[in-house]
C-alpha cells in the first residue's frame, strides 16, 4: 500500500511543482527526495516508486503535448537522434531519463531515513 500511495504521491507533487511554481525543471527531484523520506520503504521500492511516479507522469505528459501539434516536431527531432524517427522512443527515452533522475532522489531519500 505505501508503494502505490508514494507511486502516486511523487507524481502528483511533481506535476503541482512543475505546474503551479516558478521553479526549475528540476524540481521534482526534491518531491521524489521528501516523498522517500517521509514514506519509508526498502531502497529498492523507494527507487521503484519514485521512477515509475515520473516516468508514467512525464510519458503521459509528453504525448498528451506531442499529440497536440500531431508529433510534427517530436518525428524532427527523433530524425536528429539515432531514433529513426520514431517519436514514441523519443517520449520513452524522455520518461526513462526523468525517470532514472527521480528513482536515484527517491533512493537518496530512502538512505537518509536509515
Known sequence: ????????????????????????WWVFVVTSFVVAALLHQTP??????????????????????????EH?????VALILPLGGSYMMLI???GIIGGLISGLAALTGSFVKK
Open 92 to 94: 520513452l527515452i524522455t
Open 72 to 76: 510534427i516536431l517530436s518525428a524532427k
Open 1 to 24: 500500500m505505501k508503494f502505490i500511495v508514494s507511486l502516486f504521491l511523487t507524481a502528483l507533487l511533481a506535476f503541482v511543482a512543475g505546474l503551479f511554481t516558478q521553479l526549475p
Open 44 to 69: 529498492g521500492k523507494s527507487f521503484l516508486s519514485g521512477f515509475l511516479g515520473l516516468f508514467l507522469l512525464w510519458v503521459v505528459l509528453a504525448f498528451i503535448k506531442d499529440a497536440a501539434n
